[in-house]
RNA sequence: GCCGAGGUGGGGUAAUGGUUAUCCUGUGGGACUGUGGAUCCCACGAUCCGGGUUCGAUUCCCGGCCUCGGCCCCA
């Protein structure tokens, strides 16, 4: 038999439908900050990718030449996309843009918990303000998705103009090496690497920089604390946020240019970070434009990993007739289906065969109807759990339906 | 790319260098042509793939693939 591609997941009935219910959720969040939906396509041009974070990360993508010649690759994340078409066609439209997308994204790296080669990002990306007003909003959000999942998670922020100037006299190249290191958490490297290049007590300084957490308070007494730093975590109080400033979050990445922050969950083993974000200015790196931005994207997966919330599907009513009357069941089930999901026999079973079938898949309700029904122009409902039956017409029906409808609605 | 554990019907399992690979569940049909859950009967369905050792491999060995956990990486 042929298996699925490694690292990649069939999601059956129940699993996709609690996936799109936490979708929905998130989507309803996003837009009520009036953040609109934005879609690009699976595939882009291997260049966007190389040109926003180099040649090296050919290794981690799924590239290919199309019949055409054309060097393609698989989306590795979204804001690249996002960057493009903002520069492709919307670079003079008023600002501040605000986008979110949920996007299939996809990575060729080894697969483990947490981790797959086609996973899925929710993200935002707001464009066009670097301002401590835009972080706070972006970073809110985030929290705010998550906390309407009942997810509490350990938010992390920093701004990397603080250990950018301590490394000043670098260049931007060795900048981004140290940053890297940070990231990494290597700081032994740190040391090697800086030694000579500073002074001995400054690179203790620094080190003790990367390995502080805690307040923003505290992080005064030990840093020089940039001016968009102090705003952003007095706005975050403001959105009753919980969060610690960590001096030691880079997020290797050479395009982030000031905040940039992170969130962690328990219960993820080795990938239990469930969000990461942070300001950037991608389209300089594209174009000539100056568009300041900010945004995070949610690893859905994990997201998924986490909130156990099992929705359960609603069943169907089973429509169970006998042989003589399909034509006018087909008829029936189709008027019933304006209001409410239905199925038929396929399987040209007996009757009690189909009562079988109603009860293996669960079915709340049965609706019966045969010769006798038509006759009488009256339906048999059977509820399958009290064993009750009753006859009743259509209208009748429908407002029962209606009415399990709200039932349903208020639970 | 590296390290460790593992892979037997759709799901869960047993066993074995040698006759037809066990059991539970599932699925289809029937007992039961107007009423489900129980019971009984029949049927369907598996040793991940390739190579080696062997008279004979599902079993032992090697490689691959895949899964799980960890490392690396995570733009």
Redesign the pocket.
């Known amino acids: ?1 042929i ?7 069939d999601f059956l009935p129940e699993e996709m439908f609690s996936r799109r219910k936490i979708e929905e959720k998130l989507r309803e969040i996003a837009e009520r900050w009036g953040y609109a939906e934005i879609s690009t396509p699976t595939f882009e041009h291997l260049e966007l ?1 190389t040109m ?2 180099g040649e090296s ?1 050919i ?3 799924y590239t290919f030449k199309d019949k055409g010649g054309r060097d393609i690759t698989l989306r ?2 979204m ?2 996309p996002v960057t493009r078409v903002f520069l492709n066609e919307l670079k003079s439209s008023p600002r501040p843009l605000r986008f979110y997308y949920f996007a299939n ?13 086609e996973f899925w990002q929710f993200g935002v990306e707001l464009i066009g303000s670097d301002k401590a007003l835009a972080n706070a909003e972006v970073i809110a959000l985030a929290w705010e998705m998550l906390k309407s999942l009942g997810i509490q998670g350990d938010l992390r922020i920093n701004d990397l103009s603080i250990l950018r100037e301590k490394l000043g006299h670098l260049s931007q190249e060795e900048q981004n090496k140290v940053l ?1 290191m940070i ?2 958490k ?1 700081l032994e490297s740190v040391r090697e690497f800086l030694r000579g290049k500073m002074e001995e007590n400054e690179i203790g300084g620094l080190l003790e920089l990367v390995n502080f957490r805690g307040s923003y308070e505290e992080a005064g007494e030990i840093a020089e604390i940039s001016e968009t730093l102090r705003e952003l975590c007095e706005l975050l109080e403001i959105y009753e946020v919980n969060y610690s400033v960590d001096l030691g979050i880079a ?6 240019t000031g905040v940039v922050f992170e969130i962690y969950a328990e219960g ?4 239990n ?1 469930i969000c ?1 974000g942070g300001s950037y200015n991608l389209a300089r790196v594209f174009s000539s434009i100056d568009a300041p931005s900010t945004g995070f994207a949610l690893g859905f997966d994990r997201i998924m990993e986490i909130c156990e919330k099992k929705a359960e599907i609603s069943k169907p009513l089973v429509l ?1 007739s ?2 003589g ?1 399909k034509k006018e069941a087909i008829r029936l089930a189709m008027e019933i289906r304006e209001k409410w999901p239905v199925v038929i026999d396929v ?7 189909q ?9 709340e309700f ?1 609706l ?8 009488k122009r009256k339906l ?1 409902l ?6 009750e ?1 009753v006859e009743i017409n259509f209208e009748e029906l429908l407002e029962l339906l209606d009415k399990k409808r709200e039932d349903r609605v208020c639970d």
């Open positions: 038999m298996q699925r591609p490694r690292g990649t997941r990718f926003k974070s990360i290794e981690e993508l590795p994340e804001t690249a994204c996809f990575r060729y790296e080894r697969p483990q918990k947490g981790r797959f080669r890297r990231d990494k290597d997020r290797g990445l050479d395009y982030y993820l083993g080795a990938q970070q990461g169970v006998t042989d009357v399987m040209g079973r007996s009757l009690s065969a009562m079988r079938y109603a009860n293996s898949i669960g079915a049965v019966i109807v045969g010769e006798k029904e038509l006759q048999t059977r509820d399958m759990r009290s064993g039956q």
